[in-house]
Protein backbone atom coordinates (compact mmCIF):
# COMPACT_ATOMS: atom_id res chain seq x y z
CA UNK A 1 0.00 0.00 0.00
CA UNK A 2 1.13 3.79 -0.89
CA UNK A 3 -1.13 4.95 2.08
CA UNK A 4 0.04 7.53 4.39
CA UNK A 5 -0.23 7.63 7.84
CA UNK A 6 -0.55 9.75 10.00
CA UNK A 7 0.40 10.53 13.90
CA UNK A 8 -0.98 11.12 16.40
CA UNK A 9 -4.58 9.40 15.66
CA UNK A 10 -6.19 11.50 17.84
CA UNK A 11 -5.13 14.45 19.59
CA UNK A 12 -6.97 17.07 22.23
CA UNK A 13 -5.27 20.68 23.19
CA UNK A 14 -6.74 23.42 24.78
CA UNK A 15 -7.10 26.76 23.05
CA UNK A 16 -4.14 28.87 21.30
CA UNK A 17 -1.70 26.08 22.33
CA UNK A 18 0.28 24.68 18.78
CA UNK A 19 -0.77 21.27 17.77
CA UNK A 20 1.72 19.33 15.42
CA UNK A 21 0.30 16.39 12.98
CA UNK A 22 2.54 14.29 11.32
CA UNK A 23 2.26 12.18 7.98
CA UNK A 24 4.72 9.32 7.08
CA UNK A 25 4.63 7.53 3.35
CA UNK A 26 5.92 5.02 2.03
CA UNK A 27 7.04 5.73 -1.78
CA UNK A 28 8.53 8.56 -3.58
CA UNK A 29 6.41 11.84 -4.23
CA UNK A 30 5.65 14.61 -6.52
CA UNK A 31 3.83 16.46 -4.23
CA UNK A 32 2.41 16.21 -0.57
CA UNK A 33 -1.08 18.06 0.36
CA UNK A 34 -2.71 18.57 3.63
CA UNK A 35 -6.10 18.73 3.96
CA UNK A 36 -8.52 19.61 6.66
CA UNK A 37 -12.44 17.59 6.97
CA UNK A 38 -14.87 19.12 9.39
CA UNK A 39 -17.53 16.68 10.54
CA UNK A 40 -19.79 16.03 8.05
CA UNK A 41 -18.61 18.42 5.32
CA UNK A 42 -16.18 17.85 2.38
CA UNK A 43 -12.24 17.86 2.15
CA UNK A 44 -10.39 21.69 2.34
CA UNK A 45 -7.42 21.98 0.82
CA UNK A 46 -4.70 23.77 3.24
CA UNK A 47 -1.86 23.73 1.94
CA UNK A 48 0.64 21.59 -0.83
CA UNK A 49 4.13 21.01 -0.41
CA UNK A 50 6.37 20.16 -3.43
CA UNK A 51 9.31 17.22 -2.89
CA UNK A 52 12.00 20.08 -3.12
CA UNK A 53 10.69 22.38 -0.90
CA UNK A 54 11.33 21.90 2.81
CA UNK A 55 8.62 23.86 4.48
CA UNK A 56 6.09 25.76 3.53
CA UNK A 57 3.82 28.67 5.83
CA UNK A 58 0.36 29.93 5.37
CA UNK A 59 -1.33 32.15 8.21
CA UNK A 60 -1.12 29.90 10.73
CA UNK A 61 -0.21 26.75 9.23
CA UNK A 62 3.24 25.85 8.97
CA UNK A 63 4.18 22.43 6.84
CA UNK A 64 7.56 21.14 6.86
CA UNK A 65 8.74 17.91 4.55
CA UNK A 66 11.47 15.75 4.75
CA UNK A 67 11.99 13.44 1.91
CA UNK A 68 14.64 11.01 3.27
CA UNK A 69 12.37 10.17 5.89
CA UNK A 70 9.36 10.46 3.71
CA UNK A 71 7.58 11.94 6.71
CA UNK A 72 5.82 15.20 6.83
CA UNK A 73 4.50 18.06 9.38
CA UNK A 74 1.31 20.55 10.38
CA UNK A 75 1.66 22.40 12.85
CA UNK A 76 -0.99 24.96 13.45
CA UNK A 77 0.14 27.47 15.72
CA UNK A 78 -2.22 29.21 18.40
CA UNK A 79 -5.34 26.87 17.92
CA UNK A 80 -8.63 27.97 17.84
CA UNK A 81 -12.12 25.85 18.71
CA UNK A 82 -12.68 26.46 15.12
CA UNK A 83 -9.64 24.18 13.99
CA UNK A 84 -11.21 21.12 15.59
CA UNK A 85 -11.28 18.58 12.37
CA UNK A 86 -9.82 15.62 10.72
CA UNK A 87 -6.83 16.54 9.07
CA UNK A 88 -5.38 14.18 6.51
CA UNK A 89 -2.30 14.25 4.27
CA UNK A 90 -2.38 13.26 0.52
CA UNK A 91 0.50 12.29 -1.74
CA UNK A 92 0.99 11.82 -5.37
CA UNK A 93 3.73 9.71 -7.13
CA UNK A 94 4.14 12.47 -10.11
CA UNK A 95 2.72 10.05 -12.86
CA UNK A 96 -0.83 10.01 -12.21
CA UNK A 97 -3.75 11.60 -11.14
CA UNK A 98 -4.75 10.05 -7.92
CA UNK A 99 -4.06 10.88 -4.63
CA UNK A 100 -3.23 8.70 -1.39
CA UNK A 101 -4.54 9.46 1.66
CA UNK A 102 -3.36 8.85 4.88
CA UNK A 103 -5.62 7.79 7.73
CA UNK A 104 -6.10 11.23 9.62
CA UNK A 105 -5.32 13.04 12.30
CA UNK A 106 -8.84 14.02 14.44
CA UNK A 107 -8.06 17.21 16.10
CA UNK A 108 -10.09 18.20 18.85
CA UNK A 109 -9.19 21.56 20.22
CA UNK A 110 -11.12 22.46 23.87
CA UNK A 111 -12.36 26.65 24.54
CA UNK B 1 -17.31 30.16 -8.48
CA UNK B 2 -19.49 26.95 -7.65
CA UNK B 3 -17.60 24.48 -5.74
CA UNK B 4 -18.56 20.44 -6.43
CA UNK B 5 -21.25 19.04 -5.58
CA UNK B 6 -22.56 15.60 -4.97
CA UNK B 7 -26.16 14.20 -4.68
CA UNK B 8 -27.65 12.68 -2.80
CA UNK B 9 -26.02 13.99 0.89
CA UNK B 10 -27.18 10.96 2.52
CA UNK B 11 -28.41 7.23 1.17
CA UNK B 12 -29.89 5.07 2.78
CA UNK B 13 -30.74 1.73 1.13
CA UNK B 14 -31.28 -1.94 1.77
CA UNK B 15 -28.28 -5.06 0.49
CA UNK B 16 -29.44 -5.87 -2.80
CA UNK B 17 -30.45 -2.80 -4.21
CA UNK B 18 -29.02 0.17 -6.47
CA UNK B 19 -27.36 3.17 -5.79
CA UNK B 20 -26.58 5.78 -8.04
CA UNK B 21 -24.67 8.50 -7.17
CA UNK B 22 -23.64 11.94 -8.76
CA UNK B 23 -21.13 14.48 -8.79
CA UNK B 24 -21.16 17.62 -10.38
CA UNK B 25 -17.09 18.76 -10.93
CA UNK B 26 -16.39 22.56 -11.04
CA UNK B 27 -17.14 24.02 -14.56
CA UNK B 28 -13.84 23.41 -16.93
CA UNK B 29 -12.27 20.86 -14.35
CA UNK B 30 -11.29 17.98 -16.94
CA UNK B 31 -10.45 15.77 -14.10
CA UNK B 32 -12.85 14.24 -11.93
CA UNK B 33 -11.95 11.91 -9.24
CA UNK B 34 -13.78 9.37 -6.70
CA UNK B 35 -12.49 8.93 -3.38
CA UNK B 36 -14.35 6.61 -0.90
CA UNK B 37 -13.79 6.60 3.21
CA UNK B 38 -15.25 3.26 4.79
CA UNK B 39 -15.87 2.95 8.62
CA UNK B 40 -13.43 5.52 9.40
CA UNK B 41 -11.03 3.66 7.61
CA UNK B 42 -8.32 5.87 5.33
CA UNK B 43 -10.11 7.93 2.01
CA UNK B 44 -9.37 5.24 -0.94
CA UNK B 45 -8.90 6.08 -4.90
CA UNK B 46 -11.89 4.86 -7.19
CA UNK B 47 -11.32 6.07 -10.23
CA UNK B 48 -9.94 8.50 -12.22
CA UNK B 49 -11.57 10.73 -15.47
CA UNK B 50 -10.02 12.92 -18.00
CA UNK B 51 -13.56 14.22 -19.93
CA UNK B 52 -15.54 11.74 -20.37
CA UNK B 53 -12.90 8.99 -20.43
CA UNK B 54 -12.24 6.75 -17.74
CA UNK B 55 -8.34 7.19 -16.64
CA UNK B 56 -7.49 5.15 -14.06
CA UNK B 57 -10.44 2.71 -12.38
CA UNK B 58 -7.60 0.57 -10.69
CA UNK B 59 -9.26 1.41 -7.18
CA UNK B 60 -13.11 0.00 -8.46
CA UNK B 61 -13.38 -2.44 -5.75
CA UNK B 62 -15.18 -5.22 -8.04
CA UNK B 63 -17.60 -4.83 -11.11
CA UNK B 64 -21.08 -3.91 -8.70
CA UNK B 65 -19.35 -0.20 -9.52
CA UNK B 66 -20.00 1.73 -12.67
CA UNK B 67 -18.55 5.09 -12.84
CA UNK B 68 -19.75 7.14 -16.09
CA UNK B 69 -18.99 10.96 -17.32
CA UNK B 70 -21.07 11.31 -20.42
CA UNK B 71 -19.98 14.50 -22.04
CA UNK B 72 -17.40 14.66 -19.94
CA UNK B 73 -19.15 17.13 -17.07
CA UNK B 74 -21.16 15.66 -14.50
CA UNK B 75 -20.30 11.58 -13.65
CA UNK B 76 -22.52 9.37 -11.64
CA UNK B 77 -21.27 6.27 -9.37
CA UNK B 78 -23.93 3.03 -9.86
CA UNK B 79 -23.54 0.80 -6.95
CA UNK B 80 -25.73 -2.30 -8.22
CA UNK B 81 -26.32 -4.75 -6.24
CA UNK B 82 -25.47 -2.77 -3.24
CA UNK B 83 -23.39 -4.75 0.11
CA UNK B 84 -23.35 -3.95 3.73
CA UNK B 85 -19.55 -3.64 3.07
CA UNK B 86 -20.15 -0.78 0.83
CA UNK B 87 -21.23 1.89 3.38
CA UNK B 88 -19.34 4.90 3.87
CA UNK B 89 -18.39 8.20 2.50
CA UNK B 90 -17.97 8.62 -1.00
CA UNK B 91 -16.43 11.68 -2.29
CA UNK B 92 -16.06 13.41 -5.78
CA UNK B 93 -13.45 15.86 -6.14
CA UNK B 94 -12.28 17.42 -9.61
CA UNK B 95 -8.88 19.61 -10.70
CA UNK B 96 -7.93 21.68 -13.55
CA UNK B 97 -4.45 20.00 -13.88
CA UNK B 98 -2.76 16.67 -12.84
CA UNK B 99 -0.75 17.02 -9.13
CA UNK B 100 -2.29 20.32 -7.87
CA UNK B 101 -5.33 20.91 -5.96
CA UNK B 102 -8.23 18.50 -5.78
CA UNK B 103 -11.59 20.08 -4.63
CA UNK B 104 -14.01 18.13 -3.01
CA UNK B 105 -16.99 17.93 -2.49
CA UNK B 106 -19.26 17.65 0.55
CA UNK B 107 -19.23 13.73 0.08
CA UNK B 108 -22.15 11.03 -0.37
CA UNK B 109 -22.63 8.69 3.11
CA UNK B 110 -24.24 5.91 2.06
CA UNK B 111 -25.57 3.17 4.39
CA UNK B 112 -26.43 0.05 3.62
CA UNK B 113 -28.40 -2.23 5.87
Wanted: net charge neutral.
Amino acid sequence: SQQGEEDPQALSIQEGENATMNCSYKTSINNLQWYRQNSGRGLVHLILIRSNEREKHSGRLRVTLDTSKKSSSLLITASRAADTASYFCATDLGFEGQFYFGTGTSLTVIP
Amino acid sequence: EAGVTQFPSHSVIEKGQTVTLRCDPISGHDNLYWYRRVMGKEIKFLLHFVKESKQDESGMPNNRFLAERTGGTYSTLKVQPAELEDSGVYFCASSQDLYNEQFFGPGTRLTVL
